[in-house]
Every structure is written in C-alpha cells, then in structure tokens.
C-alpha cells in the first residue's frame, strides 16, 4: 500500500512538472499543419498518464504540434486489449502507425521520438 502511493505520488508529481516545464509548439504556416493533421490521423500513441516514458513522447508530440490520438493503455480495457492483441505486449509507450494495408507498433520513446522527428519536424 505504501508502494502504490509513493507511486501515484511520484507520477502526479511527474505530470505536475511536465505541466510547469512544457516546450513550445512548432508554429507552421495553415495548408502544412493541415497536412500534419491529416498525417497524424493514422497515428494512436498507447500510453499510462504518469509513465514519465510517457510523458516524454507527448512532450515530443506537444513541441512538434502533432495531434495524435493517445490510448489510455491503464485505465481503458479495450485500449489495454488492443495493445496486447495487436501489439503483441502490453508495453508503453507504444505507437500505432496505420499505413493502409500494414500497421506498424513502435515500442520505446526514444524510437518513436526519432520516428516523429524525422517524419514531421521538418513538416
């Protein structure tokens, strides 16, 4: 019991600080962040509100303005089922890139960070 409050204590403190310490959004002229918008509809980040793995590719998503679906892979059980049906493990944080006929699920924050950052800061 003691352990699960430390726990909901530290992530709430997580949270607060990436709240405080949160990056700038990338200004981009009208027709390109509509095309950024409309690229990102393929994309779903599965993910634990406190995991701070988490919260380190929506601060990449929040600096980049990319308007990703986010799955509460927690507190959701059809988000959870999916990323274990789909996905094949219940590990966050995990990105669904839907490419028409083939889905693609990036584990680890640093491989989707390098995936946003290539596909899109240059968008």
Request: proline residues 5%; aromatic residues 6%; positive net charge.
């Amino acid at each position: 019991m003691l352990v699960k409050a430390l726990r909901n204590g530290l992530g709430n403190l997580i949270i607060l600080i990436d709240f405080i310490t949160r990056p700038r959004k990338m200004k981009r002229p009208a027709e390109r962040q509509a095309a950024v918008e409309q690229a990102t509809a393929q994309l779903a980040l599965y993910q634990f509100r406190a995991c701070p793995f988490c919260v380190r590719t929506r601060r990449t998503m929040h600096r980049l303005n990319l308007p990703i679906a986010l799955k509460d892979a927690k507190n959701n059980p059809q988000d959870r089922q999916a990323l274990l049906e789909q996905g094949g493990k219940i590990k966050v944080p995990c990105l669904r890139i839907d490419e028409g006929d083939t889905v693609t699920w990036l584990y680890d924050s640093k491989v989707i960070g390098a995936y946003l950052e290539d596909r899109f800061a240059a968008a």
